[in-house]
């Protein structure tokens, strides 16, 4: 599965953005989407995620401000991201998790990874 992200850029605090991710790939299932974000220095973490039966979970920071979003018909996931604050600052990546698909079934447990946008928030 391919991936690409957009939507970053620099905003003031308190401002709005919403990151895309497209998403490409045949004879696969999609079970969940995810952003994850890091900081310089940070480990990697997840600030969102949907799974394909719509369980939706967030970051506690992020809870309330963000929201994670998608679109089968366009195989896009999307991320909103309101009352952005300095601490947001990180380059976002969106994941996603599939099975192959072979029939009616689908098999094993795979990833991708989108190439990373930076979002910068300017106190």
């Known amino acids: 599965v391919q991936l690409q992200a957009s939507g970053g850029g620099l905003v003031q605090a308190g401002g709005s953005l919403t990151l895309s991710c497209t998403y490409s790939?045949?004879?696969?299932?999609?079970?969940?989407i995810g952003w994850y974000r890091q900081a310089p220095g940070i480990q990697r973490e997840l600030v969102a995620s949907?799974?394909?039966?719509?369980?939706?979970n967030y970051a506690d920071s992020v809870k309330g401000r963000f929201t994670i979003s998608r679109d089968n018909a366009k195989n896009t996931a999307s991320l909103q991201m309101n009352s952005l604050k300095p601490e947001d600052t990180a380059v976002y990546y969106c994941?996603?998790?599939?099975?192959?698909?072979?029939?009616?079934?689908?098999?094993?447990?795979?990833?991708?990874w989108g190439q990373g946008t930076q979002v910068t928030v300017s106190s």
């Open positions: 790939g045949s004879n696969v299932r999609i079970n969940a």
């Open positions: 949907r799974s394909s039966g719509g369980d939706i």
């Open positions: 994941n996603v998790k599939y099975s192959i698909r072979k029939g009616w079934d689908a098999y094993g447990n795979y990833e991708s």
